[in-house]
């Protein structure tokens, strides 16, 4: 029995899948003591050929191919899940790429604790820059064991990487862990649904892995900021909110809006290929998240996703819509919290109010309202974002 299968999912990434591969076949723990399957979830590019090479190469490397595409991760992780006989599992996406020594450094720890699960730490590498995200904060030591997550409850902020992440076999069979299937945001499902069950977990800052953010015209399929990954997202939030009141933890639920909610406002923000009712489809669609946000008091620092959020749970949909614009026009995001620092009403309802009194806020308010009320007011809206696309790039 070998003691780590690697379950890589596949797909449209003939360019990055060799680098993935390659990285598996470096690892300092030996690859005698590595199973990798690699599931090809009906990719139309060269994936099939790659695969099926490394399997001719290697007798421990294993090609299954899917007939036709499920849209996401979840279905092949599951199905390499099923055929696994490591006595740990990992994962390892095709367009990134393993440390030399992630899968040695991942089973010692796991092994040293006799934990259920454990995750390191990832560079995240984008066309711009490389960063390490700065939830890792949360972590004044440089390796943290728990016996389980009530001991801990910051493990939840951490992001929800499943490639820097091992567990134990047994531990998946016993609980049935699976991933969600056909939707983006599957990992972080899982990755809950592990958190509440395990009874050992640990977290090192040693680096395992290299996330490669394809913000380009190669966009991954959690990169594509459409109307689907909204629709998904939402999916996965809530799938993720049942888990935690099934377990009767609904308030630990405040952990992830702590995490999360920036980022969604950021994509929102930056929806430029949604349309007008497609952005507002999707704000609808979150509208339970939101309201999760007020109940748990898990509101971000800044005051401008404050104010943002209310107007979104109040339905007063045109007028966030119209905030995003600004925001967008203005070139300012939602700032990403370490620790959350509540503002208090009064703060952020000064701010609104100083917001809405200035000269541009009233002026893009005034547009909008001719944007989505007439016909001419619509065509004006798409020549301006046309406008604005030109002159940023």
Known sequence: MKRISVIVPVYNVEKYLPGALKSIELQTIGLQNLEVIMVNDGSPDGCKDIMDSYAKKHANFHAIHLQSPSGAAGRPRNIGMQMATGDYIMFLDPDDYYEDTACETLYNHITQYSADMGRG??????????????????FPVHTKYINGIDEFKLFYRLTPAVWASIFRRDFILKNNLQFPEKI?????????????????????????ANYRVRDGEDKSISMDVNFKFFQSMSSAQKLTYDLFCKFNKENDYSHLLVAHTTYYINKFINADGLKAEEKLEALRGFHWYFQLVKKLDAYPDDVKSRFLIDKIINEEYMSAIAIMDYFKYNNLQ???PVVSKQKSNSEAQAELDRIYNMRTWKMIEKYRNFAQNTRFGRFVRRVIIKVFAGTTR
């Open 121 to 138: 730490n990832f560079l995240a590498r984008s066309s711009y820059s490389s960063f390490e995200h700065s939830n890792v904060n949360y």
């Open 184 to 208: 983006a945001g599957q990992d972080m499902v899982f990755i809950i649904n592990a958190l509440l069950l395990a009874k050992g977990i640990f977290f090192t800052k040693t680096r395992v």
């Open 334 to 336: 939602a700032s990403y």
